[in-house]
């Protein structure tokens, strides 16, 4: 079963970053996702606070607004979709995650198989 990890930091220091993840923390992360065999695909942002949202309403207009946004504390930073047996499988690869830790949380959500 596919499992994404959205991984979202809960501040956001002065020079963009997420404080507390280290590059040899993510590197080391990635490293062992991949050498499980779970690893399907993954993505970091380059600018966890720069973000563009596109709404559009009932009258087909659309409205952009930059970010970040007052509605949420967290910033997306990335994501994994890995490929593992269970949900529980998905959590133990959250949990090592270097983006739960301090103020982080990732959030594991089932890829729907839609069959396309």
């Not at 080391?28 to 970091?44: C, F, N, R, W």
């Not at 504390?73 to 830790?101: H, K, M, Q, S, T």
């Amino acid at each position: 079963m596919k499992y994404m990890l959205l991984i979202n930091a809960g501040a956001v220091g002065d020079n963009g970053k997420a404080p507390g993840c280290e590059v040899e923390d993510w590197l080391a992360y990635h490293k062992e996702v991949q050498e499980a065999g779970v690893l399907v695909s993954s993505e970091s942002l380059a600018d966890l606070v720069t973000a563009t949202a596109v709404r559009v309403d009932e009258d087909g207009r659309r409205t952009v607004t930059d970010g970040p946004f007052a509605e949420s504390r967290e910033v997306l930073g990335g994501f994994y979709v890995i490929d593992v047996p269970n949900l529980d499988a998905a959590l133990d690869w959250a949990a090592r995650c270097p983006g739960a830790r301090g103020d982080g949380a990732v959030v594991v959500r089932p890829v729907a198989d839609v069959g396309v």
